[in-house]
Every structure is written in C-alpha cells, then in structure tokens.
C-alpha cells in the first residue's frame, strides 16, 4: 500500500457485537432445544430476535432461522472441536495478526466441511448473506445496514481519511464527501472463502473499482496463491506477509524506473524495468504487488498518452522552445519546477511514478532529443 487508513470506530460495530455473541454465548454453548431465552445475556438481541419474529418477509425468518440452524449443527460437535473453533474465530478475526504473522492459518469453510458439511453449508448460507443488498441487517430493527450505518461510517470515514486516492494502487481516486455515491467497501480476507469475519469493519476497506473488482477479486493477500485443497502443510509453506491496512505505521516505498529505449512516444511496457522496494517489507511488497497488479498496471500507466507520455511531452515541448531560443536554462527550470511538484504530490498527482519517470528521462538526455531521432 501507498499509504494506510485510520480505523474509525463507529457504533456499526454492534452488528458485529451481535455475532459475536452468537457465536460465543449462544453456539458454542449449545445445550437443549434452541428457544428465546437462550438470548436472554443480550436483551437488545433477544429483543430483536422477537420483533422478527413477528415480522414476514425472508430477511426476518432467514436470520431467526439461521441462528437456530447452526445452533443445531453445534449440538452435535465435541467440547474439543468446539474449543478449535473458538480459537479460529479469533485467528480470523484478527486481520492485524493474520497480515503480521505467517503462523497463523485462517479457517475456510472447506476446513470445517471436512468432518461437519452441514456445519460448513449453515454458515457460509448465512455469513454470506449478511453483509450487502440482500442482508437481514438491512432492516429497520438493525438500523437500515446499507441506508444509514454504512453511510454514516461513510462519511466519518472519509472525513478522517480524506486523500480521495485509492491506497493500493495510488492511480485512482475514491468518491469522497461530496459525493452522492461511496466506494464499495472490499473485504480484504474474502468472506466466501473465510467465516466470522463478514462485518467487522477492520476487514473492510474502500477500494477503487479496478482494484477490487478487475484485480484483487478473491485473491488472499495472505497467500502467495490462493489455497484451494486442505493442506495445512502446503498452506502454511504458501503463507506470506502483507500489509495491514489499518497499521499505524507504514514504511516508505521507494519506485525506480529503468527504461530500454529512447523513443518514449513510442514506449512499450516490455522496454520499462519498475522496482519497488522497502526495505525489511520484501514479502509486504510482493503480496502487495500480486494482488492489485501493480507491475502491469505501472507500466501501462508510464506508457499511457494521457499519463507517462503526456508528462514526457510537456518537458520535452519546453526543451524543445528553449533550444530555439537558445535559453536551455529556462528549460531546465521548468523540468526541476515539476519535478518538484511530483515529489511534493506524491499521491494526489501520482507523484511516486511520475517523478522517478522523469528523472530517468533525463538522465537519458532523452529530454534534449528531437522527435525523430
């Protein structure tokens, strides 16, 4: 990542406390048939699992129902099961730790459907449901998800981070305050391969467009490839550091380009060399650069007319009006005035590319070079 968000906590937080307690009060302490007063240590919930109740509509009978289908399902484990599951919980919780620490393996539902299918299936129906258009949280007892509480996170959100610059890529911008639409909010460990962690906001981050929907997809920041059989062995070999996009601190990247050719009008990605570095982050930067496309989509940018050789351009026009008259030091000038502004606007202008770009164009004289040459 460019740069890291600041977290906000955000009273949307409670959809999460709900499950929580699901979770640990409720499921895993399974014991006799399922009725309301198995609730009754959190009166709010209680409470609006009884107005559903007397709701109709498929968003009320699916959540009540669906807390009573796993409820069944975790009747039949073992203390011992039920204590591993306990700890993945929190292991996939965790997103800080499971970015920071390459021992630690997440749950998928492929691990649980293993020995308990139908435990796997009763979860992934409902936590895959519960964040987005179709979600019971959408409801007026939970505070309308979509119409009010992600709005409202929203826009604190943006408030406190206000750049309006996508972070995993730094190319394009994010819809901010003043505007009517929000980002999607991508869930960086993805919530069709991982349970538990579908609505905890430290999950979620926005994303611009062709990050999350061209690029990232489902691939696992956290995985060099994307596990596809239970293997903890191959898994664990497969694990990878990454950046947490919440971390208070984050190193410094450093961009370099080298370029193979002197016709920069005529500039191919197979003639750019691109390296980002930082140094004690070589895994960070590897995930970093897999799952957003970065090598490819640099590249593509410096060769791009309205990008890499436009600011190519605007130099060489200056060279090219100063070498008539005779006046190279104005050029110069203005070379050394945008590439200070680049530097200046690392992110809002693109500046991390667009300055060591233009530095190695002149590096190469190719500044002080005629069109044809």
């Known amino acids: 990542m460019l740069f890291t968000y600041n977290y906000i906590p955000h009273h949307i937080e409670k959809l999460q406390e709900y499950l929580d307690f699901l979770f640990f009060e409720v499921w895993c302490k399974a014991d ?20 559903l109740g007397n709701l109709e509509g498929a968003w009320a009978s699916f959540f009540n129902g669906s807390i009573e289908t796993i409820y069944k399902e975790f ?12 700890n993945n919980y929190e292991i996939n919780n965790n997103i ?11 749950l998928t539902y492929d691990d649980i459907k293993e020995n308990n299918p139908n435990l796997a ?5 409902f936590y895959s449901k519960i964040y987005g258009s179709n979600s019971p949280f959408n409801l007026e007892v939970f505070g309308f998800l979509n119409k009010v509480l992600i709005t409202d996170y929203d826009t604190q959100f943006m408030t406190a981070n206000n750049k309006e610059i996508c972070p995993f890529c730094g190319i394009n911008h994010l819809k901010g305050n003043n505007h009517s639409y929000r980002e999607a909010y991508d869930h960086f ?4 391969t991982y349970p538990f962690n579908t609505l905890n906001f430290k999950n979620l ?5 062709e990050c999350n929907s061209t690029y990232k997809l489902t691939k696992v920041p956290i995985f060099k490839k994307n596990p596809k059989k239970i293997d903890p062995i191959k898994n664990k070999d497969n694990r990878s550091l990454a950046f947490y996009p919440y971390a208070e601190n984050h190193p410094v990247i ?6 193979n050719t002197s016709n920069i009008l005529q500039l191919k990605t197979d003639e750019i060399e691109l390296s980002i570095d930082s140094k004690g982050y070589e895994e960070q930067i590897e995930s970093w650069i897999r799952v957003f496309g970065l090598d490819e989509r640099y590249k593509a940018l410096l060769c791009s007319p309205s990008a890499g050789k436009d600011w190519f351009n605007s130099i060489m026009d200056e060279y090219q009006n100063a070498e008539a008259l005779s006046d190279i030091n104005g050029a110069e000038q203005y070379y050394n005035v945008i590439l200070k502004d680049a530097r200046k606007n690392i992110i809002s202008g693109q500046g991390f590319i667009k300055s060591v770009f233009l530095e190695e164009c002149k590096s190469k004289g190719l500044f002080e070079k005629k ?3």
Do not use: R, W
């Open 75 to 86: 009747l039949k484990l073992d203390s011992v099961y039920i204590t591993e599951l306990i």
């Open 32 to 51: 006799g048939d399922f009725n309301v007063d198995k609730l009754e240590n959190h009166g709010e919930l209680q409470q609006i699992y009884i107005d």
């Open 371 to 373: 069109y044809n040459d």
């Open 205 to 209: 981050t926005p994303m611009c467009n």
């Open 189 to 192: 460990i993805p919530k069709g």
């Open 254 to 259: 450093e961009f370099s380009v080298k370029i």
């Open 121 to 125: 299936k009763a979860l992934k129906d």
């Open 96 to 106: 800080e730790n499971l970015c920071y620490n390459k021992d630690l393996l997440p």
